[in-house]
Each structure stands twice: as structure tokens, then as C-alpha cells.
């Protein structure tokens, strides 16, 4: 053999070994890094399961959400609990029981929260990278009023409402159709013309379902305790034009009432069967009218334009006792994304959290009952901001009843409003001294 050919076949070799080596030291990172992710992955697909304790979300669309979960989530079983009245176990029996849930499905934090239950998801929501601008900033405003200031779960929906009307009874009575932006003055003069006696039968023009159109959910911020002390907060100029407001409604002449018609489901019932032209509401899934009908946005105060009612919220609370809060929290964000709120609004009724318009336009698509109405009324007004939180360390009282009592009472004594505001003060500071003595 030549040297040059012997050179040139030495030097092959050595090439070729150098090439197998650096191939196989190659080959060994690539694998140790495959095996690494391997390994994570195979962490991350351990089968799991996050269970939801169902407060405020009816079954059927629990259970949709978790047959759609399977696709998203292979390795996560999405497992319910019924609430009390559904026949499932209390809070404080699931605690006793170390049975707590990872998600608690509701519109409020008050109970877990004295309870101690609930878990601050503002770092799940910094290594998930979750985009917390998506959602509607009232909706976190609310979360936050509830958990002493804490991110403590994840919105997904709004309780958004539209006043629906009775357009056969319009009909019947020759009166022209409610619309969108109408102030309470117009609504009241549309339902005085619609109240009337007729062949013995009594047609109310307005009827309200518990009056929370009027007083909880009004648009002035006003509220029945100080934020910032133990005391009733119930006479001021909002309180006085929400009340003036409610009472002209339920003094019309040819109306009467009593304590078992004030107040109570009896009076919204009254639209139900076709016996009120008007009402605010929810969307309803469960309707059985046998009228023709269709819905306006909600009225609004003549110096509260464009303000509807504040919106209500459902959120999906996490809480401290779970063993599997990243994966509790990954199917509480994937709730919100786009497909999904699409999905729940335009086939459930869930009015999204989400800021996206064309999102929010999807709400009540699929919905048979609503097919041909103006369901754009959901969304005509703003949302107006929620107060804000009460000072920490306050009693925790029910002001609500004592305030209504006193409403009943306008009604059934003929009352003024500033007497009421009085009486309804002192029933409220007297609930708040009977708590502290506790």
C-alpha cells in the first residue's frame, strides 16, 4: 500500500471515530434530556382528580364542562358534589370528614372565608401565566370585596339581567312595545297604563321578583351598613330615590296588598301566568310561558344613565385543603379561555367573564327559547362598579331583612320614605348591637 493511500485511510479512520464518538456523546445528551422531559411529562400526566362542590352551577352543566375536560385534560377526572339542597354534605361536615372539595362553585366567598377555607391563587396565576386582563376588572373587584383583598379564585361567569315584557298583554291593550335605554320614569308610565281591572282581572303593569331589582342591586353604590363603622347607612339621597321609586310602583290606584302578597315569589309569579306586563330578571332556561314575549335593557335612573344593575358574579374558589390545586387551577383557566366561554354562553346561558365582544355576543345563541329576541338587551348597559369592601373586624350582620321589613311596611301602612329610612335605621342598629352582644 502507497503511503498516501495508507495516510488517507488512517485519516478516515481517525474521522470516523471521532464522528462515532461525538455521535454518541450526542445520542447520550439527547436522551438524558428526553428522559428528563419524558419523566416530567409523565409526572404531569398523572391521573388526577379535582372535584367541584356545586353551590351555584346546575349538574347538567357540570357535567357537560367535564366531558369536555376529557379531551383537554386526559389525565384530570373532573368529579361533582352536590350542594345540601341536592342531598350532598354541608361545609362543615365535609371538613369534619376531611373531605373538602378542591373548587367551590358559588357566587360568594363569606362562607369559606370564615371558615378559613379559601387559597390566594395570585402565584398559581404568575408560573401558569395567566392573563388576568382578559376578564372583566369588576369581576376580580368583586373576588377581591369577598376575600379581604386576596385573588382567591376565578370568575367565570355574570349574572346579567333584561327587562322582559308581555307583548300579547301589550297587544291586548293597545300600548306600544317597552325599548331598549327607558329611565324608570318611562317604565312607570308605561306601567301605569298597563295596570288595570278588566272582566274581574287584575293586570299589573310591573311586577318584581324579592324587590332586588329596586334595593340590592341598586345602581347608586348605596348600601344598608357603613363600610368603615357598626352602624346603619340608609339615610341618604340614594337610599331616598331608590325608595320613592320602589313605592310609586306599588301604589298605583286599583293596587293592593297584603302580607302575603308583598314581597314574596307571589308578586313575580304574576308575569309567569301572564298577569304582568313587565319584570327584570336572569335569563331563565326553565320557561314555560305561554305568551309571547321578548326583553328591553333594564331602566335606568335619569342621572344614572347607561347604568344598569350591578352584574353578580360565579367564581370558582380554590381552596387551601387541596392536594391538587395546579390542576384545580389549569381547569379553572381553561374555563375562561375563548371556546369555552363561548360554549357555556351560547348553550347554557352563562354571560362570560370575558372582555372579548364577540365572545360576549355569543350569549343565548343556542338557546331555543330565546331564538328571535333582542338579547343584545343583556348587554345594552354598563355595569356600574361594586362599593368597595367593609372595613375588616365589623359585625356580620343581615341588614337586609330588617331594611325590607321596613320597606313591606311603606306599603302596607302608607308610609313616607323618610320615616321608613328612620325606622328601617334603627331596626339595622338594633341587629348590630344584638350581634356584638354575642
Given at each position: 500500500?502507497?503511503?498516501?493511500?495508507?495516510?488517507?485511510?488512517?485519516?478516515?479512520?481517525?474521522?470516523?471515530?471521532?464522528?462515532?464518538?461525538?455521535?454518541?456523546?450526542?445520542?447520550?445528551?439527547?436522551?438524558?434530556?428526553?428522559?428528563?422531559?419524558?419523566?416530567?411529562?409523565?409526572?404531569?400526566?398523572?391521573?388526577?382528580?379535582?372535584?367541584?362542590?356545586?353551590?351555584?352551577?346546575?349538574?347538567?352543566?357540570?357535567?357537560?364542562?367535564?366531558?369536555?375536560?376529557?379531551?383537554?385534560?386526559?389525565?384530570?377526572?373532573?368529579?361533582?358534589?352536590?350542594?345540601?339542597?341536592?342531598?350532598?354534605?354541608?361545609?362543615?361536615?365535609?371538613?369534619?370528614?376531611?373531605?373538602?372539595?378542591?373548587?367551590?362553585?358559588?357566587?360568594?366567598?363569606?362562607?369559606?372565608?370564615?371558615?378559613?377555607?379559601?387559597?390566594?391563587?395570585?402565584?398559581?396565576?404568575?408560573?401558569?401565566?395567566?392573563?388576568?386582563?382578559?376578564?372583566?376588572?369588576?369581576?376580580?373587584?368583586?373576588?377581591?370585596?369577598?376575600?379581604?383583598?386576596?385573588?382567591?379564585?376565578?370568575?367565570?361567569?355574570?349574572?346579567?339581567?333584561?327587562?322582559?315584557?308581555?307583548?300579547?298583554?301589550?297587544?291586548?291593550?293597545?300600548?306600544?312595545?317597552?325599548?331598549?335605554?327607558?329611565?324608570?320614569?318611562?317604565?312607570?308610565?308605561?306601567?301605569?297604563?298597563?295596570?288595570?281591572t278588566e272582566d274581574g282581572v287584575v293586570y299589573r303593569g310591573y311586577v318584581e321578583r324579592w324587590m332586588n331589582t329596586f334595593f340590592a342591586q341598586n345602581p347608586y353604590g348605596e348600601t344598608y351598613l357603613s363600610l368603615s363603622e357598626d352602624k346603619a347607612a340608609v339615610q341618604t339621597d340614594g337610599w331616598k330615590k331608590v325608595a320613592?321609586?320602589?313605592?310609586?310602583?306599588?301604589?298605583?290606584?286599583?293596587?293592593?296588598?297584603?302580607a302575603k302578597t308583598i314581597n314574596t315569589e307571589q308578586d313575580w309569579r304574576l308575569f309567569t301566568t301572564g298577569l304582568g306586563a313587565m319584570t327584570v330578571f336572569t335569563s331563565r332556561n326553565f320557561m314555560d310561558w305561554k305568551f309571547n314575549w321578548d326583553v328591553v335593557g333594564t331602566p335606568v335612573y335619569k342621572d344614572k344613565l347607561?347604568?344598569?344593575?350591578?352584574?353578580?358574579?360565579?367564581?370558582?374558589?380554590?381552596?387551601?385543603?387541596?392536594?391538587?390545586?395546579?390542576?384545580?387551577?389549569?381547569?379553572?383557566?381553561?374555563?375562561?379561555?375563548?371556546?369555552?366561554?363561548?360554549?357555556?354562553?351560547?348553550?347554557?346561558?352563562?354571560?362570560?367573564?370575558?372582555?372579548?365582544?364577540?365572545?360576549?355576543?355569543?350569549?343565548?345563541?343556542?338557546?331555543?327559547?330565546?331564538?328571535?329576541?333582542?338579547?343584545?338587551?343583556?348587554?345594552?348597559?354598563?355595569?356600574?362598579?361594586?362599593?368597595?369592601?367593609?372595613?375588616?373586624?365589623?359585625?356580620?350582620?343581615?341588614?337586609?331583612?330588617?331594611?325590607?321589613?321596613?320597606?313591606?311596611?311603606?306599603?302596607?301602612?302608607?308610609?313616607?320614605?323618610?320615616?321608613?329610612?328612620?325606622?328601617?335605621?334603627?331596626?339595622?342598629?338594633?341587629?348590630?348591637?344584638?350581634?356584638?352582644?354575642?
Amino acid at each position: 500500500m502507497k503511503k498516501e493511500t495508507r495516510s488517507r485511510l488512517m485519516l478516515s479512520l481517525t474521522t470516523g471515530a471521532l464522528l462515532l464518538t461525538a455521535a454518541c456523546g450526542s445520542n447520550a445528551g439527547q436522551g438524558g434530556a428526553a428522559d428528563t422531559v419524558g419523566a416530567k411529562a409523565k409526572a404531569q400526566a398523572e391521573p388526577e382528580e379535582v372535584s367541584f362542590y356545586l353551590l351555584s352551577l346546575p349538574q347538567a352543566t357540570f357535567d357537560a364542562i367535564a366531558e369536555k375536560a376529557k379531551a383537554k385534560f386526559p389525565h384530570i377526572t373532573l368529579k361533582s358534589v352536590p350542594n345540601t339542597n341536592a342531598g350532598g354534605p354541608s361545609i362543615d361536615n365535609m371538613m369534619i370528614t376531611g373531605s373538602v372539595p378542591d373548587i367551590f362553585v358559588t357566587r360568594s366567598a363569606a362562607d369559606l372565608a370564615k371558615r378559613d377555607l379559601l387559597f390566594d391563587i395570585s402565584e398559581l396565576v404568575k408560573t401558569e401565566k395567566f392573563d388576568l386582563s382578559r376578564l372583566n376588572p369588576v369581576s376580580i373587584e368583586h373576588m377581591k370585596n369577598d376575600a379581604g383583598g386576596k385573588l382567591v379564585g376565578i370568575p367565570i361567569s355574570a349574572s346579567t339581567q333584561a327587562m322582559h315584557f308581555n307583548k300579547d298583554l301589550f297587544d291586548k291593550f293597545g300600548v306600544a312595545y317597552p325599548k331598549d335605554g327607558m329611565t324608570w320614569d318611562d317604565v312607570y308610565e308605561v306601567a301605569k297604563r298597563m295596570t288595570r281591572t278588566e272582566d274581574g282581572v287584575v293586570y299589573r303593569g310591573y311586577v318584581e321578583r324579592w324587590m332586588n331589582t329596586f334595593f340590592a342591586q341598586n345602581p347608586y353604590g348605596e348600601t344598608y351598613l357603613s363600610l368603615s363603622e357598626d352602624k346603619a347607612a340608609v339615610q341618604t339621597d340614594g337610599w331616598k330615590k331608590v325608595a320613592e321609586n320602589f313605592k310609586r310602583f306599588y301604589t298605583m290606584p286599583g293596587l293592593t296588598f297584603d302580607a302575603k302578597t308583598i314581597n314574596t315569589e307571589q308578586d313575580w309569579r304574576l308575569f309567569t301566568t301572564g298577569l304582568g306586563a313587565m319584570t327584570v330578571f336572569t335569563s331563565r332556561n326553565f320557561m314555560d310561558w305561554k305568551f309571547n314575549w321578548d326583553v328591553v335593557g333594564t331602566p335606568v335612573y335619569k342621572d344614572k344613565l347607561s347604568a344598569g344593575i350591578p352584574a353578580d358574579f360565579l367564581n370558582l374558589y380554590m381552596t387551601n385543603s387541596s392536594k391538587h390545586k395546579k390542576a384545580a387551577f389549569q381547569v379553572a383557566a381553561w374555563l375562561t379561555s375563548e371556546d369555552m366561554q363561548s360554549y357555556l354562553a351560547s348553550d347554557f346561558g352563562m354571560f362570560p367573564s370575558v372582555t372579548n365582544e364577540e365572545v360576549r355576543k355569543s350569549f343565548l345563541k343556542n338557546d331555543p327559547l330565546y331564538k328571535g329576541k333582542n338579547v343584545g338587551a343583556f348587554r345594552y348597559n354598563k355595569e356600574t362598579p361594586l362599593v368597595p369592601a367593609r372595613k375588616p373586624g365589623l359585625a356580620n350582620v343581615n341588614a337586609s331583612t330588617p331594611f325590607m321589613k321596613e320597606m313591606e311596611k311603606m306599603i302596607l301602612e302608607s308610609r313616607d320614605v323618610n320615616t321608613t329610612l328612620r325606622a328601617a335605621e334603627e331596626a339595622i342598629n338594633k341587629a348590630i348591637a344584638a350581634e356584638k352582644s354575642k
